[in-house]
């Protein structure tokens, strides 16, 4: 069965040609000035007159700021400097929105080079337009305005209708990122199976069947790689044309574990929504997991050494985009996914409901001083984790 009204993004290599490479790289270099120069503007009226400066006040600004620089800012789209201020708007919002929950405000900040690799055309067909020469046989091209017809390496169907069309550059890699909406979504056979998923280090995940899906470590399998690439960086003198090759080849390596470990979060991902209708996992706070031990100076943390590794072990499972990915592929494929409270799902027993810190005799063996039940640490969670998301799905339908 499909249905229609998914909202998803189509991500393709660009294959630039010299001249054109050096107009994108101008053009972020331009929205970023543009951003920047946004900033101070609203930075400046706020701290010399009060006035604050909206996102309506610098769009009607434009037209002036493309009329005095007609080589510069006037030679790209103007709904992709629109595009750019808006970020800038999005920006200003989320730190009020800070500011009001009494969260650590972090107020907006000038893009360095390095720190601003996206623009986003909003409208397929203003100064840009996806598969602008229909009528060549076996290449596709995006028309961007102001850099040309850069060819694209499509390497799937694009589906629904497109809506934004965004560039991003990673290294020294270009990307285009088609958002469409109406996308035909394919719900897959029932196959009446439910599982509960427990996140791990030792294995990425653990479910209620007892099948383990390997956590692949793919920065640990490169640390020795990273390690001489950033010693080789850190003996480069700032500024140099050995530093920037240097930063480059440390970058490269960074994005390589990023490929990877998104590609086994798919694979991973996609195994577990064919196998199963119900899936239940726990709703983690990564980043408070994370957050670093060191303490203070007049408060020094305990373990810290310890702490660090686990931090990094966690980080380099990649928990958080596994999820992110289940989520989508879930709710493209029909399928339920339910989140649930971790507390004690680790030292309750699956089978008697006793709960203790004892039941957990190592990372691997739970033993419950109760029942005497004995069974792998993670299953046993993942069993727990089950009846709880079930527990939450009956009492969602009973209301």
């Not at 331009?30 to 009060?50: F, I, K, M, S």
């Not at 203003?126 to 850099?147: F, K």
């Amino acid at each position: 069965m499909w249905e229609v009204g998914v909202r998803r993004s189509f991500k393709f290599l660009l294959r630039p040609t010299r001249k054109q490479a050096a107009a994108l790289t101008q053009c972020l270099h331009d929205h970023r000035e543009l951003y920047n120069a946004a900033l101070e503007h609203r930075r400046t009226a706020y701290r010399r007159a009060g006035v604050r400066v909206r996102y309506g006040d610098q769009s009607g600004e434009l037209k002036h700021i493309r009329a005095d620089d007609p080589t510069g800012q006037g030679r790209w789209s103007f709904s992709s400097q629109q595009a750019t201020l808006r970020r800038l708007d999005k920006a200003f919002r989320a730190f009020f929105a800070r500011v009001k929950a009494g969260r650590t405000p972090g107020f907006p900040r000038f893009k360095g080079r390095g720190w601003f690799d996206t623009v986003e055309w909003p409208k397929d067909g203003d100064g840009c337009r996806w598969d602008s020469q229909p009528e060549h046989p076996a290449v596709t091209y995006v028309r961007l305005q102001g850099i040309g017809h850069v060819r694209v390496h499509q390497h799937r169907r694009v589906l629904g209708t497109v809506k934004t069309i965004s560039v991003k550059r990673e290294g020294a890699r270009w990307f285009v990122v088609l958002s469409c909406d109406e996308v035909p979504a394919g719900s897959l056979p029932v196959t009446g199976a439910v599982a509960g998923i427990d996140m791990g280090v030792a294995s990425l995940a653990t479910t209620s069947d007892g099948d383990h899906i390997e956590n692949q470590r793919h920065l640990a399998a490169s640390a020795d790689r990273l390690a001489a690439a950033q010693r080789d960086l850190a003996r480069k003198k700032r500024g140099s044309t050995r530093r920037r090759t240097a930063v480059a080849r440390v970058a490269a390596l960074h994005a390589k574990v990023r490929r990877q470990r998104l590609d086994g979060a798919h694979k991973a991902a996609l195994t577990l929504v064919r196998a199963y209708d119900v899936i239940v996992h726990e709703d983690l706070r990564i980043a408070g997991m994370t957050r670093s031990a060191a303490g203070t100076i007049i408060q020094p943390g305990r373990n810290v050494a310890a702490k660090s590794g686990l931090n990094r072990s966690i980080l380099d499972a990649g928990w958080g985009v596994f999820l992110r990915v289940l989520a989508h592929k879930a709710e493209s494929a029909g399928r339920e996914l339910i989140t649930v409270n971790p507390a004690n799902t680790s030292r309750t027993c699956s089978r008697c409901g006793h709960c203790g810190k004892d039941n957990r005799l190592t990372q691997a063996e739970f033993a419950c001083k109760a029942c005497g039940h004995t069974a792998h640490a993670d299953v046993n969670a993942a069993k727990n984790i089950l009846r709880a998301g079930l527990a939450l799905r009956d009492a969602a339908e009973a209301a």
